[in-house]
């Protein structure tokens, strides 16, 4: 199928503008222009120069793109990103402070523009003698990478995430406040309150 030969060779980044062009207030002639553009890495000129016959066919692929709902994978263990790889947490309760107070942060923007954001913060490098820790300063590099990896793995992997977030929260509560006190015991009560106060579940990854 069409459809799932394109969702296939899309990467985050592409998915994303796809989304963000469709989310957009522009008028639909110019979203299918900047569809077009986007899934072929064509620029708006080369698109606007072909046949309408090819330009209908492309734009009949990108409405099946989004009208049919994602495919359920298998969640990612493990992904390679600017080289380097990297061990994905899918166990909430693994998570360090560090990759919560993240979390917590990049989960208030819109799920799929935050999509490789939210996955940066579940990785953690792999070694081949000990264990890997969270690399929080360099979490934007890791991100934009992210951008160039299948979206339909992180896409799966995310929402088996989020699921499992879900069912954790509460259970999760009492030993997130103590880490938190733990890792800033030098810092005001009422901060603490205010990032608990904004403890939010994940919701599941729109398709």
């Known amino acids: 199928m069409i459809y799932a030969i394109l969702s296939m060779n899309l990467t985050v980044g592409q998915y994303q503008e796809l989304y963000r062009i469709h989310k957009s207030k522009d008028d639909e002639l110019e979203k299918s222009v900047l569809s077009i553009a986007t899934i072929t890495s064509q620029t708006r000129w080369e698109v606007e120069e072909m046949p309408m016959d090819k330009f209908r066919d492309k734009i009949r692929e990108i409405n099946i793109l989004f009208s049919m709902p994602m495919a359920e994978l298998k969640p990612k263990s493990s992904v390679k990103v600017n080289g380097k790889k990297y061990?994905?947490?899918?166990n909430p309760r693994t998570l360090s402070t560090g990759q919560y107070i993240d979390l917590q942060h990049f989960m208030q923007e819109d799920m799929i523009l935050g999509l490789h954001k939210i996955m940066a913060c579940l990785l953690v490098p792999k070694k081949l003698f000990g264990k890997g820790t969270y690399d929080g300063e360099n979490h934007e590099k890791i991100?934009?990478?992210i951008q160039e990896l299948p979206f339909r793995h992180i896409h799966s992997?995310?929402?088996f995430f989020s699921q499992l977030w879900n069912l954790s929260i509460k259970a999760l509560e009492p030993y997130l406040r103590?880490?938190?006190k733990e890792n800033w015991k030098n810092t005001d009560p009422m901060n603490l309150q205010l990032v608990m106060d904004g403890f939010t579940t994940l919701n599941k990854l729109p398709t």
């Open 87 to 90: 061990k994905v947490c899918l």
């Open 143 to 145: 991100s934009e990478g």
């Open 157 to 159: 992997t995310c929402v």
């Open 178 to 180: 103590k880490s938190l």
